[in-house]
């Protein structure tokens, strides 16, 4: 049984350590201070949406965090999907689609249009993931980075 819901302070121990988990994978060295107080800031500002997923022992398996945007042309919100992870160890199991799944109902409540959201080309278990879960990758559109 997976059990999703929306990330609380009470979740800031077990979801700092896979955050940092997270931020590993993507080659940054572990911090899980900084990570517990990035994300506290995060939730306390009203700055972005987390979810968590638990299996049925009620082990923290993984998380998402959604960040708000709005589109000028649409007039309406859309949510960036910035961060899915789910611990190795539960990872094949739903987890992630049900994280997913949870987004998608998030959006659809604040009366967003759609989520979008960014991988590594080398991401072969995302690329694989994200179509799967109804996502269309954009070939249409060059997107661009400017970094400080």
Not at 25 to 30: C, D, E, H, N, P
Not at 47 to 62: C, D, K, L, P
Not at 100 to 124: D, P, V, W, Y
Not at 128 to 136: H, I, T
């Amino acid at each position: 049984m997976i059990k999703v819901e929306k990330a609380t302070l009470k979740h800031l121990d077990d979801l700092s350590v896979l955050f940092d988990q997270y931020r590993i994978f993507y080659q940054k060295v572990s911090d899980i201070t900084s990570a517990k107080i990035f994300l506290k800031d995060r939730m306390e500002k009203n700055e972005s949406v987390i979810f968590v997923s638990f299996n049925n022992e009620n082990i923290m398996t993984g998380f998402t965090q959604l960040y708000p945007l709005f589109s000028s042309t649409r007039m309406k919100r859309v949510w960036l999907l910035n961060d899915l992870f789910v611990e190795n160890n539960y990872r094949g199991q739903g987890f992630s689609i049900a994280l997913i799944e949870k987004a998608k109902e998030h959006c659809r409540k604040t009366g967003g249009f759609g989520l979008t959201l960014e991988t590594e080309k080398s991401n072969e278990i995302g690329n694989n993931l994200y179509p799967r879960a109804g996502f269309v990758l954009d070939r249409e559109h060059n997107f661009y980075s400017w970094k400080a």
